[in-house]
């Protein structure tokens, strides 16, 4: 069975500072995608990042980048100089061909001021 | 603005009523889904759809039923079946659903409480 692990289930850092939240996640197939998803206090899910599986390079947006390691099965969120804004519950995500994602636990992430 | 807008925000129901969550989006998306989420938890599958009139059953549909009759609209009864309904629920669309484009986008969800 396909199963995504976040293994801090909660963190807090310094405003400015840079963070990495982590996760593993556990499959058989080679092709796939991988998410990183934001859920603010609204509640909302935002989509923070992609990343496809047959990609060597690591995504980046803007702050936002990821480590991913295939082989290790590690797909770990980077934040540099993190903004209050960035407080959030933070879920990896792991798509199969099928089309069905499947989310880990999450991080609840706070930035302190 | 394109999106999807679910409705309403907080929900009430008494024991042994159905109720209707409805989700619409406007992004023209083939694909949508439903999800639960529970504290501490992550998001569940409850039920999710790649075409109108065509729905699929995901890790935690009892109690829950949709229907697709508009490629637009992707509403979810929770039954008076579920016994534990109270959760956050999420809606969220994708382009196809077929693996061209995987990304899914989500509404801003329904609180649902029970009386």
């Known amino acids: 069975a396909q199963t995504v692990t976040q293994s801090q289930p909660e963190m807090s850092v310094q405003e400015a500072e840079t963070v990495t939240l982590s996760c593993t996640y556990d499959t058989s197939e080679s092709n796939y995608y991988l998410f990183w998803y934001k859920q603010p206090p609204s509640r909302q899910m935002i989509l923070v990042i992609r990343?496809?599986?047959?990609?060597?390079q690591n995504a980046t947006e803007n702050r936002f980048s990821v480590n991913f390691q295939k082989a290790a099965k590690s797909f770990s969120l980077k934040i540099s100089d993190s903004q209050l804004g960035d407080t959030a519950m933070y879920f990896c995500?792991?798509?199969?061909?099928?089309?069905?994602?499947?989310f880990g636990k999450g991080t609840r992430l706070h930035i302190l001021p | 603005d394109g999106g999807i807008t679910q409705s309403p925000k907080y929900l009430f129901r008494k024991e042994g009523q159905n109720v209707t969550l409805s989700c619409e989006q406007n992004l023209n998306h083939d694909a949508m889904y439903w999800y639960r989420q529970d504290p501490g938890q992550g998001l569940r599958l409850i039920y999710y759809?790649?075409?109108?009139?065509?729905?699929q059953k995901g890790d935690i549909a009892e109690g829950y039923s949709v229907s697709r009759e508009k490629k637009e609209s992707f509403p979810l009864t929770v039954t008076s079946a579920q016994k534990n309904p109270t959760a956050f629920y999420l809606c969220?669309?994708?382009?196809?659903?077929?693996?061209?484009?995987?990304?899914?986008?989500f509404g801003p969800g329904t609180r649902l409480l029970v009386l």
């Open positions: 759809s790649q075409i109108v009139n065509d729905f």
């Open positions: 969220a669309s994708s382009i196809d659903g077929s693996g061209v484009e995987e990304t899914q986008y």
């Open positions: 990343q496809e599986a047959y990609k060597q």
């Open positions: 995500a792991f798509m199969n061909r099928d089309d069905k994602i499947i």
